[in-house]
């Protein structure tokens, strides 16, 4: 059975000898430039058209994926030819086959991109989660191709032909390993202080990811500080895990303190344990302007706007998900802030804090603020509650 996903831990470099010409390669020419939206945890998300279908789809754009893909649902909805196929795609909850579109055109703002092959996943727990349809995810077969500016500034994402680049001034470059994935070097440092190899991640929502197996092999957490148990999302679905800090991360010559740390139990060796460690997401990212050039194996970043926003990272132990256009709290973690206010599983959420936008990731947001007092409107058995939670941070 051929594993889709499959991460090479190890790469090939071959040398010219002096007496080689080198060849020079043509200047990198700027080919499109469109805009990209947000989700909750710094996720990009921006839109396209697939083959000949004339609506636009959102597509999350993930470093952290290694092919390109669409939602079953969307698959079903538009009527797309799948083939099946015996490969598998590993997820952080589970390793399943998948079916292929094959032979495929996406239609970026000003760009087309022929002869791709999608796999088809489930992305209903995505879609649940942002509060709006999730129709595929844009990984490799896209960074592969081109050079990618990402402006979290302007909001706008370049993308170039490969070729000669000239990088913005001020930033660094990264010399990451790539595979189909980018990992990079880190240094860390909590109760020890060491480095580490670990995915750069766009398409994870949060700040840093650990696998419970380096954790605890590498002795890098302080012994004193209880990781909470939190519920997470991710491909397959949805699973706890536990968050807890870690003093300093560095990422290049940038450094980051009192970082919020997922501790991820790894069954499925999703980080390739014991080659890297966990991941880097965009809520850590997203403060830097990045160019990916993946034919040059280089990442550049410059830091942005963004850079010194605090990470607001707060424990409710509350999940709430948008099921039939409402928001339904599914999870509820008992001795959590939100099971001592009197939240269970099957709420309905009607207001944070006075805001009845009906938008979860307004809600997220509010709710991400620790040491707080959060007033909720939920609806149970047809009758409204007033209940008041306490928000914690993480030590």
Not at 202 to 223: N, V
Request: with cysteine.
């Amino acid at each position: 059975m051929k594993k889709f996903f499959s991460i090479c831990l190890f790469s090939l470099s071959f040398g010219t000898s002096g007496a080689q010409e080198l060849l020079s390669q043509p200047e990198a020419r700027l080919l499109t430039r469109f805009p990209f939206k947000q989700f909750s945890g710094g996720v990009m998300v921006l839109q396209a058209r697939f083959g000949n279908i004339p609506d636009t789809l959102n597509f999350i754009l993930d470093t952290g994926s290694g092919g390109i893909s669409l939602d079953s649902m969307t698959c079903d909805e538009f009527r797309i030819p799948l083939t099946a196929t015996d490969t598998t795609i590993t997820g952080i909850a589970g390793i399943r086959k998948v079916a292929f579109a094959f032979d495929q055109t996406l239609h970026l703002p000003g760009l087309t991109m022929d002869h791709l092959n999608f796999h088809v996943n489930d992305y209903s727990v995505l879609s649940s989660v942002y509060g709006e349809k999730v129709d595929g995810i844009i990984g490799y077969s896209f960074f592969s191709r081109y050079i990618v500016g990402i402006d979290f500034d302007s909001s706008m994402i370049s993308v170039y032909s490969p070729g000669n680049f000239t990088y913005p001034r001020n930033g660094t470059i990264l010399h990451p390993v790539l595979t189909a994935l980018p990992i990079q070097w880190l240094n860390i440092k909590d109760k020890v202080k060491m480095g580490f190899n670990f995915y750069l991640d766009t398409g994870a929502g949060l700040c840093f990811l650990m696998s419970e197996q380096f954790a605890r092999d590498s002795g890098i957490l302080l012994s004193r500080r209880k990781p909470v148990i939190t519920q997470a999302e991710g491909m397959g679905g949805k699973l706890q895990m536990r968050l807890t800090l870690i003093k300093e991360l560095r990422l290049g010559p940038y450094h980051f303190h009192q970082v919020p740390t997922y501790l991820y139990t790894d069954n499925y060796n999703v980080t390739s344990y014991p080659f890297t460690g966990g991941l880097v997401g965009n809520d850590l990212l997203r403060r830097f302007n990045m160019v990916f050039n993946y034919p040059r194996r280089e990442i550049h970043l410059l830091p942005n706007k963004h850079f010194n926003e605090s990470f607001d990272y707060a424990y409710t132990g509350l999940g709430i998900y948008v099921v039939d256009g409402k928001i339904i709290a599914e999870d509820v973690i008992k001795g959590s802030p939100a099971y001592k206010a009197g939240v269970r599983a099957g709420d309905e959420l009607i207001s944070v804090n006075k805001n009845f936008s009906n938008n979860i990731q307004i809600y997220k947001n509010i709710l991400q603020t620790p040491n707080e007092e959060v007033r909720l409107i939920v609806k149970r058995d047809g009758k409204l509650l007033e209940l008041t939670m306490f928000t914690l941070s993480i030590r």
